[in-house]
Protein backbone atom coordinates (compact mmCIF):
# COMPACT_ATOMS: atom_id res chain seq x y z
CA UNK A 1 0.00 0.00 0.00
CA UNK A 2 1.30 3.32 -0.79
CA UNK A 3 1.77 5.97 1.64
CA UNK A 4 -0.75 8.89 1.10
CA UNK A 5 0.52 12.61 2.78
CA UNK A 6 -2.97 14.00 2.60
CA UNK A 7 -3.97 11.34 5.57
CA UNK A 8 -1.86 12.73 8.14
CA UNK A 9 -0.67 15.55 9.50
CA UNK A 10 2.56 14.66 10.84
CA UNK A 11 5.37 11.36 10.55
CA UNK A 12 7.76 10.75 13.40
CA UNK A 13 10.49 8.90 13.09
CA UNK A 14 13.18 6.61 15.35
CA UNK A 15 15.90 6.61 14.69
CA UNK A 16 18.00 3.26 15.09
CA UNK A 17 17.37 1.14 12.61
CA UNK A 18 15.51 3.55 10.52
CA UNK A 19 17.49 6.18 9.30
CA UNK A 20 20.80 5.63 11.46
CA UNK A 21 22.35 2.36 11.18
CA UNK A 22 22.85 -0.19 14.58
CA UNK A 23 25.86 -1.51 14.12
CA UNK A 24 27.88 1.29 16.07
CA UNK A 25 25.80 0.91 18.68
CA UNK A 26 26.26 -2.65 19.51
CA UNK A 27 29.77 -2.75 18.87
CA UNK A 28 29.67 0.38 21.94
CA UNK A 29 27.13 -1.79 24.01
CA UNK A 30 29.71 -4.72 23.72
CA UNK A 31 32.30 -2.48 24.81
CA UNK A 32 30.19 -1.14 27.69
CA UNK A 33 29.03 -5.09 28.87
CA UNK A 34 32.92 -6.03 28.89
CA UNK A 35 34.06 -3.41 30.57
CA UNK A 36 31.17 -3.69 33.48
CA UNK A 37 31.83 -7.31 33.46
CA UNK A 38 35.39 -7.20 34.01
CA UNK A 39 37.25 -4.17 35.07
CA UNK A 40 38.35 -4.03 38.32
CA UNK A 41 36.41 -0.17 38.70
CA UNK A 42 33.16 -1.32 38.03
CA UNK A 43 32.71 -5.38 38.90
CA UNK A 44 35.36 -7.21 37.72
CA UNK A 45 38.84 -7.84 39.06
CA UNK A 46 41.10 -6.54 36.08
CA UNK A 47 42.39 -3.18 34.19
CA UNK A 48 41.10 -3.88 30.59
CA UNK A 49 43.13 -2.90 27.79
CA UNK A 50 40.95 0.30 26.45
CA UNK A 51 43.07 0.37 23.01
CA UNK A 52 43.40 -3.17 22.67
CA UNK A 53 39.17 -3.03 22.66
CA UNK A 54 39.15 0.05 20.19
CA UNK A 55 40.94 -2.29 18.01
CA UNK A 56 38.85 -5.48 18.32
CA UNK A 57 35.82 -3.91 19.14
CA UNK A 58 33.80 -6.41 16.32
CA UNK A 59 35.04 -9.20 17.63
CA UNK A 60 33.89 -8.31 21.29
CA UNK A 61 30.56 -7.30 19.75
CA UNK A 62 30.31 -10.69 18.12
CA UNK A 63 31.20 -13.13 21.79
CA UNK A 64 29.07 -10.82 23.60
CA UNK A 65 26.09 -10.67 22.18
CA UNK A 66 27.19 -14.50 19.97
CA UNK A 67 26.87 -13.43 16.48
CA UNK A 68 24.34 -10.61 17.43
CA UNK A 69 22.04 -13.63 18.08
CA UNK A 70 21.23 -12.00 21.70
CA UNK A 71 20.72 -9.16 20.25
CA UNK A 72 17.64 -10.52 18.20
CA UNK A 73 16.50 -12.22 21.20
CA UNK A 74 16.33 -8.98 23.15
CA UNK A 75 14.34 -6.69 20.77
CA UNK A 76 12.02 -9.75 20.77
CA UNK A 77 11.36 -9.09 24.04
CA UNK A 78 10.09 -5.47 23.59
CA UNK A 79 13.94 -4.12 24.51
CA UNK A 80 14.48 -1.44 22.53
CA UNK A 81 17.30 0.82 23.92
CA UNK A 82 20.89 -0.16 23.28
CA UNK A 83 22.10 0.77 27.32
CA UNK A 84 18.77 -2.00 27.51
CA UNK A 85 20.42 -3.89 25.82
CA UNK A 86 23.68 -3.71 27.38
CA UNK A 87 21.77 -3.86 30.86
CA UNK A 88 20.34 -6.82 29.82
CA UNK A 89 23.30 -9.07 28.90
CA UNK A 90 25.14 -7.47 31.84
CA UNK A 91 22.62 -8.75 34.25
CA UNK A 92 22.16 -11.96 32.47
CA UNK A 93 25.92 -12.82 32.49
CA UNK A 94 25.76 -11.65 36.33
CA UNK A 95 23.15 -14.20 37.06
CA UNK A 96 24.75 -17.13 35.18
CA UNK A 97 28.29 -16.70 36.19
CA UNK A 98 28.95 -13.81 38.91
CA UNK A 99 32.50 -14.89 39.16
CA UNK A 100 33.11 -14.59 35.23
CA UNK A 101 36.70 -13.40 34.79
CA UNK A 102 37.18 -13.48 31.12
CA UNK A 103 35.51 -13.51 27.53
CA UNK A 104 34.03 -16.57 26.99
CA UNK A 105 31.83 -17.66 23.96
CA UNK A 106 30.43 -20.43 25.76
CA UNK A 107 29.35 -18.36 28.63
CA UNK A 108 28.04 -15.75 26.13
CA UNK A 109 26.12 -18.68 24.73
CA UNK A 110 24.47 -19.45 27.54
CA UNK A 111 23.32 -15.63 28.09
CA UNK A 112 21.65 -15.42 24.99
CA UNK A 113 19.95 -18.97 25.50
CA UNK A 114 18.57 -17.59 29.00
CA UNK A 115 17.26 -14.49 27.33
CA UNK A 116 15.40 -16.69 24.26
CA UNK A 117 13.67 -18.31 26.96
CA UNK A 118 12.53 -15.51 28.95
CA UNK A 119 8.77 -14.72 29.20
CA UNK A 120 8.63 -11.71 30.74
CA UNK A 121 7.91 -8.71 28.17
CA UNK A 122 9.38 -5.16 28.53
CA UNK A 123 9.67 -2.96 30.63
CA UNK A 124 8.67 -5.79 33.54
CA UNK A 125 11.88 -8.11 32.40
CA UNK A 126 14.36 -5.15 33.44
CA UNK A 127 12.99 -6.00 37.30
CA UNK A 128 13.64 -9.63 36.91
CA UNK A 129 16.92 -9.45 35.26
CA UNK A 130 17.97 -6.55 37.76
CA UNK A 131 17.02 -8.62 40.65
CA UNK A 132 18.24 -11.85 39.10
CA UNK A 133 21.82 -10.44 39.30
CA UNK A 134 21.61 -8.72 42.66
CA UNK A 135 20.88 -12.07 44.18
CA UNK A 136 24.00 -13.67 42.54
CA UNK A 137 25.92 -10.79 43.31
CA UNK A 138 25.11 -10.65 46.46
CA UNK A 139 23.88 -7.05 45.83
CA UNK A 140 21.19 -4.88 47.28
CA UNK A 141 18.44 -4.71 44.44
CA UNK A 142 18.38 -1.68 44.77
CA UNK A 143 21.75 -1.14 43.04
CA UNK A 144 21.16 -2.80 40.04
CA UNK A 145 17.31 -1.19 39.46
CA UNK A 146 17.28 0.25 35.42
CA UNK A 147 17.04 4.03 35.44
CA UNK A 148 17.84 4.76 39.32
CA UNK A 149 20.22 2.10 40.56
CA UNK A 150 23.85 2.77 40.45
CA UNK A 151 25.00 0.18 37.74
CA UNK A 152 22.76 2.45 35.45
CA UNK A 153 24.35 5.51 36.31
CA UNK A 154 27.67 3.17 35.53
CA UNK A 155 26.94 1.83 32.42
CA UNK A 156 25.58 5.53 30.80
CA UNK A 157 28.98 6.24 32.20
CA UNK A 158 30.77 3.46 30.00
CA UNK A 159 28.47 3.79 26.96
CA UNK A 160 28.92 7.23 26.67
CA UNK A 161 32.23 7.45 27.20
CA UNK A 162 33.11 4.74 24.66
CA UNK A 163 30.91 6.45 22.23
CA UNK A 164 32.32 10.18 22.49
CA UNK A 165 34.91 10.21 24.44
CA UNK A 166 37.10 7.04 22.55
CA UNK A 167 35.38 7.99 18.95
CA UNK A 168 33.27 5.15 17.92
CA UNK A 169 30.35 8.22 17.39
CA UNK A 170 32.44 8.57 14.33
CA UNK A 171 31.64 5.89 12.50
CA UNK A 172 28.31 6.22 12.35
CA UNK A 173 26.15 5.88 9.21
CA UNK A 174 23.15 6.23 7.23
CA UNK A 175 20.99 3.31 6.65
CA UNK A 176 20.17 4.43 3.04
CA UNK A 177 22.19 6.67 1.09
CA UNK A 178 22.01 9.99 2.01
CA UNK A 179 21.05 11.49 -1.05
CA UNK A 180 17.98 9.27 -0.82
CA UNK A 181 17.14 9.81 2.62
CA UNK A 182 17.29 13.69 1.77
CA UNK A 183 14.88 13.07 -0.91
CA UNK A 184 12.69 11.24 0.90
CA UNK A 185 12.34 13.61 3.77
CA UNK A 186 12.26 16.61 1.74
CA UNK A 187 8.95 14.94 -0.48
CA UNK A 188 7.31 14.34 2.80
CA UNK A 189 7.82 18.04 4.28
CA UNK A 190 6.90 19.58 0.78
CA UNK A 191 3.97 17.15 0.56
CA UNK A 192 2.44 19.27 4.22
CA UNK A 193 3.96 17.00 6.82
CA UNK A 194 5.35 18.05 9.98
CA UNK A 195 8.30 16.08 10.73
CA UNK A 196 9.28 14.36 14.10
CA UNK A 197 11.92 12.24 15.91
CA UNK A 198 11.07 9.73 18.86
CA UNK A 199 14.26 8.16 20.22
CA UNK A 200 15.69 6.16 23.46
CA UNK A 201 19.05 8.26 22.24
CA UNK A 202 20.76 11.30 24.17
CA UNK A 203 19.38 14.75 22.69
CA UNK A 204 22.92 15.41 22.11
CA UNK A 205 23.89 12.23 20.10
CA UNK A 206 21.41 12.53 17.76
CA UNK A 207 22.29 15.94 16.87
CA UNK A 208 25.63 15.42 15.65
CA UNK A 209 24.66 12.97 12.73
CA UNK A 210 21.55 14.76 12.01
CA UNK A 211 23.85 18.06 11.59
CA UNK A 212 26.63 16.09 10.35
CA UNK A 213 24.41 14.74 7.44
CA UNK A 214 22.22 17.90 6.86
CA UNK A 215 19.03 16.61 8.24
CA UNK A 216 18.29 18.73 10.68
CA UNK A 217 16.42 21.32 8.83
CA UNK A 218 13.73 18.80 7.67
CA UNK A 219 12.61 18.51 11.25
CA UNK A 220 10.54 20.32 13.57
CA UNK A 221 13.11 20.78 16.64
CA UNK A 222 9.69 21.08 18.78
CA UNK A 223 9.24 17.44 17.53
CA UNK A 224 12.22 15.94 18.25
CA UNK A 225 12.23 13.82 21.61
CA UNK A 226 14.91 11.78 22.96
CA UNK A 227 15.69 9.91 26.52
CA UNK A 228 16.80 13.39 27.60
CA UNK A 229 12.97 14.08 27.82
CA UNK A 230 12.17 10.73 29.10
CA UNK A 231 14.54 10.94 31.84
CA UNK A 232 12.81 14.13 32.64
CA UNK A 233 9.32 13.22 32.54
CA UNK A 234 10.73 10.11 34.61
CA UNK A 235 12.08 12.07 37.55
CA UNK A 236 9.25 15.16 37.19
CA UNK A 237 6.54 12.68 37.81
CA UNK A 238 8.14 10.44 39.79
CA UNK A 239 7.45 7.62 38.09
CA UNK A 240 8.54 4.15 39.26
CA UNK A 241 7.84 2.23 35.74
CA UNK A 242 9.87 3.10 32.75
CA UNK A 243 8.27 5.63 29.99
CA UNK A 244 10.73 4.52 27.20
CA UNK A 245 9.42 2.28 24.22
CA UNK A 246 7.97 -0.33 24.21
CA UNK A 247 5.77 3.01 26.48
CA UNK A 248 4.26 5.04 23.73
CA UNK A 249 5.82 8.13 25.44
CA UNK A 250 8.40 9.03 22.70
CA UNK A 251 6.15 8.87 20.21
CA UNK A 252 3.18 10.89 21.41
CA UNK A 253 5.41 14.13 23.09
CA UNK A 254 6.99 14.14 19.58
CA UNK A 255 3.48 14.35 17.63
CA UNK A 256 1.99 17.16 20.35
CA UNK A 257 5.22 18.73 21.02
CA UNK A 258 7.91 19.74 23.76
CA UNK A 259 5.77 22.24 25.47
CA UNK A 260 2.65 19.30 25.62
CA UNK A 261 2.25 18.81 29.41
CA UNK A 262 4.02 14.91 30.13
CA UNK A 263 1.17 14.49 32.99
CA UNK A 264 -1.49 14.71 29.99
CA UNK A 265 0.77 11.87 28.32
CA UNK A 266 1.77 9.36 30.75
CA UNK A 267 -1.69 9.66 31.98
CA UNK A 268 -3.72 8.82 28.21
CA UNK A 269 -5.58 12.45 28.59
CA UNK A 270 -3.92 13.42 25.64
CA UNK A 271 -5.59 14.72 22.41
CA UNK A 272 -6.42 11.20 20.42
CA UNK A 273 -7.17 13.27 17.31
CA UNK A 274 -3.52 14.16 17.26
CA UNK A 275 -2.20 11.45 17.96
CA UNK A 276 -3.82 9.52 15.34
CA UNK A 277 -2.93 12.40 12.52
CA UNK A 278 0.79 11.59 13.36
CA UNK A 279 2.51 8.45 11.59
CA UNK A 280 5.16 6.84 13.49
CA UNK A 281 8.05 4.74 11.69
CA UNK A 282 9.72 2.09 13.20
CA UNK A 283 11.76 -1.13 12.98
CA UNK A 284 11.13 -3.41 15.72
CA UNK A 285 8.12 -5.03 17.83
CA UNK A 286 8.37 -1.60 20.68
CA UNK A 287 8.01 0.59 18.54
CA UNK A 288 4.72 -0.93 17.16
CA UNK A 289 3.62 -1.74 20.57
CA UNK A 290 4.31 2.20 21.54
CA UNK A 291 1.94 3.18 18.28
CA UNK A 292 -0.31 0.78 18.66
CA UNK A 293 -1.01 1.91 22.73
CA UNK A 294 -1.55 5.54 21.27
CA UNK A 295 -3.76 4.51 18.48
CA UNK A 296 -0.89 5.86 15.84
CA UNK A 297 -0.86 4.55 12.28
CA UNK A 298 2.71 2.47 12.19
CA UNK A 299 4.93 2.12 9.24
CA UNK A 300 7.08 -0.69 9.37
CA UNK A 301 10.61 -0.74 7.59
CA UNK A 302 12.79 -3.83 7.33
CA UNK A 303 16.04 -2.19 8.17
CA UNK A 304 16.52 -3.62 11.81
CA UNK A 305 18.32 -6.60 12.29
CA UNK A 306 16.25 -9.36 11.25
CA UNK A 307 14.25 -8.16 7.94
CA UNK A 308 12.77 -11.58 7.67
CA UNK A 309 11.16 -11.44 11.46
CA UNK A 310 10.49 -7.71 11.08
CA UNK A 311 8.65 -8.39 8.03
CA UNK A 312 6.27 -11.50 9.22
CA UNK A 313 5.93 -9.80 13.03
CA UNK A 314 4.45 -6.56 10.86
CA UNK A 315 2.14 -8.88 8.58
CA UNK A 316 0.70 -10.52 11.35
CA UNK A 317 -0.13 -8.02 13.56
CA UNK A 318 -1.36 -5.51 10.73
CA UNK A 319 1.16 -3.00 10.33
CA UNK A 320 -0.49 -0.01 8.28
CA UNK A 321 2.38 -0.14 5.98
CA UNK A 322 5.48 -1.74 5.13
CA UNK A 323 8.50 -0.37 3.25
CA UNK A 324 12.05 -2.24 2.74
CA UNK A 325 12.85 1.29 4.06
CA UNK A 326 12.10 4.79 4.16
CA UNK A 327 12.03 5.54 0.76
CA UNK A 328 8.54 3.85 0.25
CA UNK A 329 7.21 6.94 1.20
CA UNK A 330 8.40 8.26 -2.15
CA UNK A 331 5.93 7.94 -4.81
CA UNK A 332 6.89 5.98 -8.08
CA UNK A 333 8.45 7.01 -11.04
Excluded at 10 to 35: H, K, N, P, R
Excluded at 267 to 289: E, I, K
Amino acid sequence: MKFQPNKFKSVIFDMDGVITSEYIYWDTAALTVYELLLDYRFYGRTEIDREGCLKSFKELRRVIFDSDKTIRAVKALGVNTNWDLAYMTFCVSRYIDPELSRLDESHFASVRMFIENIEAKAPEVYGLVGELAANACGRPKEEFERTYGELWKKLQFCFQRWFKDDGLCMHETPLVPLDKTRETLEYLRDSGLKLGIGTGRLRDEIMYPLKAWDLLKYFDENMIVTYDEVSAAEKNLRLTTSIAKPHPYVFLKAALGLDYPDKKIVGSAYARSAARAAAVVGDAPSDFLAARVAEMPFVGVLTGIDKAAAEAYFKTNKADYIFDDITGFLPEK
